[in-house]
């Protein structure tokens, strides 16, 4: 039997349209606009795409979008500065820095000297510390994502085992966070990991976020098991032939060898169109979310963790 492909693409179709209807009624009821900062510096490709769906996604949900774009040779003080400006900005409720930074930012920093409550990315070690001891906070995109999804699909995660592939800041340890906090028993699983196959075919619940092509092959996946791939790798597809200019055309594929892994799971998330537009939908639900805090509402339904 081959595995439930999980749509990722349905299913932040549906939390923007939460997110939608949530936005509508703060500005009928409350005339409350809820409104997104996005910060870009230098013009990486790939982040310029991001930033542009972010603002656009913003702007179709019924808030307000402020794109700050900053050249590459920005300095630290003035890249502060502005942020400053958006922390004391009543009328922007979430703000997001696009990394990766220029070499010569200080990620750390600039991350930390954004307002908490506005932390929509949860990257603040405030808010890394406020999920750490479950306390109320910003959670960051994926992660939230990912959790969703599998709720979705689960219902209750109490008692499964769950193995996250990957340490990051951004998806391994946050993911870990939130399925212990759902009760499950967590093991984060990273390159230096001793038998890590045998460690992956052990979880109900398999996170493959290592940013390694199809490193998770079928034969890690315990039969049944319910995969999320946060992978987005682009690699040469010989077999799709080549571009007018001769160079080798490309495609995307996660962490998670797609065709092996569904044959062996119960439940599959496909790259693309699974983790990756849940992320921006998170994002969105999570500027909902600052704003009902700022203005003392209860938290929309639905989309917090
Ligand atoms: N770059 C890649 N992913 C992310 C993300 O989730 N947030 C931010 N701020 N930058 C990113």
């Excluded at 490709?45 to 307000?64: D, F, H, L």
């Excluded at 920093?109 to 603040?124: M, Q, R, S, T, Y």
């Amino acid at each position: 039997m081959t595995a439930q492909i999980i749509d990722g693409k349905a299913f932040a179709a549906t939390v923007r349209e939460k997110v939608a209807a949530h936005v509508a009624r703060l500005k009928e009821v409350h005339g409350i606009t809820p409104g997104l900062a996005v910060v870009l510096v230098g013009e990486d490709p790939a982040s310029q795409v991001y930033v542009r769906n972010k603002g656009k996604q913003t702007v179709e949900c019924g808030m307000n979008s402020y794109e700050h774009k900053l050249p590459a040779e920005t300095s630290e003080a003035d890249l502060l500065a502005l942020i400053e400006q958006l922390n004391a900005d009543p009328e922007v409720h979430g703000i997001l820095v696009q990394l990766p930074l220029p070499a010569h930012l200080d990620s750390d920093l600039v991350i930390n000297a954004i307002a908490p409550e506005k932390d929509v990315d949860g990257f603040h070690i405030s808010n890394v510390g406020l999920l750490a001891t479950g306390q109320k906070s910003m959670v960051p995109c994926t992660p939230l994502g990912c959790l969703m999804m599998l709720r979705d699909h689960l219902g209750s995660l109490s008692g499964l085992n769950a193995v996250v592939v990957g340490r990051s800041n951004i998806v391994g340890k946050p993911m870990a966070q939130l399925l212990l906090r759902d009760s499950c028993t967590v093991t984060i699983a990273h390159s230096r990991t001793k038998d890590i196959e045998e460690v992956c075919r052990r979880a109900d619940i398999l996170v493959a976020a290592v940013g390694r092509p199809e490193m998770v092959t079928g034969d890690w996946v315990k039969p049944g098991a319910t995969v999320i791939d946060v992978g987005i790798n682009r690699i040469d597809a010989p077999e799709k032939g080549l571009r007018e200019d001769g160079s080798v055309k490309t495609k995307l594929v996660g962490d998670v060898e797609f065709a092996s892994a569904k044959e062996v799971a119960g439940a599959i998330t496909p790259v693309p169109g699974g983790v990756g537009p849940m992320t921006i939908a998170c994002l969105l639900a999570n500027t909902v979310t600052a704003a009902c805090r700022a203005n003392g509402l209860p938290e929309p339904e639905g989309l917090t963790a």
